[in-house]
Nanobody
Framework: VQLQAYGGGLVQAAGSLRLSCAASGRAFSRQSMGWFRQVPGKDREFVAGIRWSDGNTYYADSVKGRFTASRDGAETSSLQMNSLKPEDTAVYYC??????????????WGQGTQVTVSS
């Protein structure tokens, strides 16, 4: 599975951005997917995920109520980010993987897209 995230950019605090993820390769439509982000000098952080088996979504506490992950088709997914905060500034990655119970395990990573939120 090849993945590419796009749609990042510069936005003011309280604004919105929509990230998209384009996938190609076998069986993406039957895989769970997730979004991660990384700030320089810190570990990658789980942001949101969608479990393939039942469509349930999971979010980090820091984005719950502000971000919405969705599958838009067989090979696309998106992350709608509202009420953005400066601390949301990071490189965002889309991934494909699997869930073990409610824990998401990424297996494929795409190139990231930079999101910068100005105060």
């Amino acid at each position: 599975v090849q993945l590419q995230a796009y749609g990042g950019g510069l936005v003011q605090a309280a604004g919105s951005l929509r990230l998209s993820c384009a996938a190609s390769g076998r069986a993406f439509s039957r895989q769970s997917m997730g979004w991660f982000r990384q700030v320089p000098g810190k570990d990658r952080e789980f942001v949101a995920g969608i479990r393939w088996s039942d469509g349930n979504t999971y979010y980090a506490d820091s984005v719950k109520g502000r971000f919405t992950a969705s599958r838009d088709g067989a090979e696309t997914s998106s992350l709608q980010m509202n009420s953005l905060k400066p601390e949301d500034t990071a490189v965002y990655y889309c991934t494909a993987g699997r869930y073990v119970y409610s824990t998401y395990l990424p297996e494929f990573w795409g190139q990231g897209t930079q999101v910068t939120v100005s105060s």
